[in-house]
């Protein structure tokens, strides 16, 4: 059983922001080299959506159209953790926010379902106002 483990999140005004990070535990990195790393989030009664996701080594990143130019994904191979910088929050960025993890290569919209990751952390709660 992999488990993530999340940190971060809270309450934030509108505008300001927040880091989210997700530690990976080091025999799954080392176990999956393409390992593709994603954020998704949900609210009640609607289904988790990603947010964004990055590939191996972070040569490629994929955002929702909701959280681009606002928010950032990276990952430190060095440190098996994968973070989320959020900027310029808003209202409706409050959410209950996952971490996801798959040994299989992401392309083109597949990182957006959350169907397609086999690892998750838990949920940390990111509440806007």
């Known amino acids: 059983h992999v488990q993530l483990v999340v940190s971060g999140g809270g309450s934030v005004q509108a505008g300001g922001s927040l880091k989210l990070s997700c530690l990976v535990p080091?025999?799954?990195?080392?176990?999956?080299?393409?390992?593709?790393l994603a954020w998704f989030r949900q609210t009640p009664g609607q289904e988790r959506e990603g947010v964004a996701a990055i590939s191996t080594l972070g040569r490629n990143t994929y955002y929702a159209d909701t959280v681009k130019g606002r928010f950032t994904i990276s990952r430190d191979n060095a440190g098996n953790t994968v973070y989320l910088q959020m900027g310029s929050l808003k209202p409706e960025d409050t959410a209950m926010y996952y971490c996801a993890a798959d040994p299989v290569p992401k392309h083109g919209e597949s990182w957006y379902n959350h169907r397609n990751y086999a690892y998750w952390g838990q949920g940390t709660q990111v509440t806007v106002s």
């Open positions: 080091r025999d799954t990195w080392r176990r999956f080299p393409n390992l593709c």
